[in-house]
């Protein structure tokens, strides 16, 4: 899981976030194998097992604002559970459950700071980097970087759905290069030769 290829990575995240905010399900399922199986190194079925948990962890966050953030990180704790199994880590998956919903929360502040008039892109990046720090065992300040190309996709995402979605849209390119970026940065501070 330390050794991922960040172009597919990114390009299947990309895949995930536009059938999410679609709410394409089939899709985010299909994308969401592709996530686990290049990013967590997850073999068949696990692979499927871990994206069913992502899908359904993304389903119950959801809805706004009337979501199920306690049924999003059972699922995620699940996903997490997997991982640990898989590869022999120690990281917490109670903690990194907490955390993985923690950087969902922060961005869904961000999305509606008409609520959450204090919401911070520095949130959502130090939510980010908390969660890469802990689940590869690493300062935060080396996966910062990392954090900050994704909260920098999530924004080109935002301004996407604003926009009304349009698959055409040169937006998904940069969105798609962001999180690339983001991943490339992640590999190069967590990977193993």
């Not at 905010?21 to 994308?31: E, F, V």
């Not at 919903?101 to 609520?115: K, M, N, S, Y």
């Not at 911070?120 to 080396?142: C, F, R």
Request: net charge neutral; proline share 6%.
């Amino acid at each position: 899981m330390r050794t991922f290829d960040p172009v597919r990575l990114g390009n299947a995240e990309a895949d995930a976030w536009i059938a999410y905010y679609r709410r394409d399900w089939l899709t985010l399922l299909r994308a969401a194998v592709a996530m686990v199986r290049i990013g967590f190194a997850l073999p068949f079925p696990r692979d499927i097992e871990g994206a069913w948990y992502v899908l359904r962890g993304n389903q119950l966050w959801a809805p706004f604002p009337n979501n199920n953030p306690t049924g999003a990180r059972t699922q995620m704790r699940k996903f997490y559970a997997l991982v640990t199994r898989t590869h022999h880590e120690t990281f917490d998956i109670d903690v990194a459950a907490d955390l993985e919903i923690g950087w969902w929360r922060a961005h869904r502040e961000l999305q509606h700071r008409d609520r959450y008039p204090r919401a911070t892109n520095a949130s959502l990046v130090a939510a980010i980097t908390s969660l890469y720090a802990h689940v590869y065992g690493v300062p935060a300040e080396v996966v910062e970087p990392a954090a900050e190309a994704r909260a920098d996709a999530m924004e080109i995402s935002d301004a996407w759905v604003a926009d009304g979605c349009d698959l055409r849209s040169p937006a998904l390119d940069s969105e798609r290069q962001a999180l690339i970026r983001g991943y490339m940065a992640l590999r190069a501070a967590v990977g193993r030769p």
